[in-house]
């Protein structure tokens, strides 16, 4: 019977590589990155969005009306 040992194993090419690479401290907010995504869209339910209007009215707030295909604002809003 063989003496299977985890240390004398040999390693291939890429589990060199992978070992040898330097780790990073990777802190993300996806909270805080979901949130700021979501700033121009409106949930249309079962996951998915829609972009809106951000232009801002005269009172203050967004103007929140659906977007023009391949645009950035709506019908209203639109300038060419």
Request: aromatic share 8%; with cysteine; charged share 30%.
């Amino acid at each position: 019977m063989h003496n299977k040992s985890i240390y004398n194993k040999m390693l291939t090419r890429s589990q060199t590589k992978t070992l040898s690479k330097a780790l990073y401290e990777v802190d993300i907010d996806f909270d805080g990155a979901s949130q700021a995504w979501k700033l121009n869209k409106k949930s249309i339910g079962n996951g998915s969005y829609k972009y809106i209007c951000c232009v801002k009215k005269a009172n203050g707030e967004k103007c929140g009306i659906k977007c023009m295909i391949n645009e950035i604002c709506c019908r209203r809003h639109y300038k060419k």
